[in-house]
């Protein structure tokens, strides 16, 4: 199984850029979709962005904004956020599965989570 750990968090202000890593280890990332999913307090997890052999896919309140990319060699997925909204804060995971998916039961590993807020 794959183990994923997460990093780039903090905190930005409204209309500024971060950029999350997703390092994995234990097995290499080239045979599966790796997604980024955020949860703020009180709200459902939420889809983001995922990578896959097939192709990319975004949530609709990222679409524009948000940009997923990933480094095999690195063995590394990253997500990089620009015009940041305070409505962008939360708790973002990264997670593996075996197929393309925005469903988060669909993915098996998870990271531990990094924080994201935005300052209004």
């Not at 202000?13 to 009180?42: E, K, M």
């Not at 904004?65 to 956020?81: H, W």
């Not at 620009?82 to 804060?89: F, K, P, V, Y």
């Amino acid at each position: 199984q794959v183990q994923l750990v997460e990093s780039g968090g903090g905190l930005v202000q409204a209309g500024g850029s971060l950029r999350l890593s997703c390092a994995a280890s234990g097995r290499t990332i080239n045979g599966y979709t790796i997604g980024w999913f955020r949860q703020a307090p009180g709200k459902e997890r939420e889809f983001v962005a995922s990578t896959s052999w097939s192709g990319e896919d975004y949530g609709d309140s990222v679409k524009g904004r948000f940009t997923i990319s990933r480094d095999n060699a690195k063995n590394t997925v990253f997500l990089q956020m620009n015009s940041l909204e305070s409505e962008d804060t939360a708790v973002y995971y990264c997670a593996a599965g075996s197929r393309r998916a925005t469903l988060s039961h669909l993915y098996d590993s998870w990271g531990q989570g990094i924080q994201v807020t935005v300052s209004s």
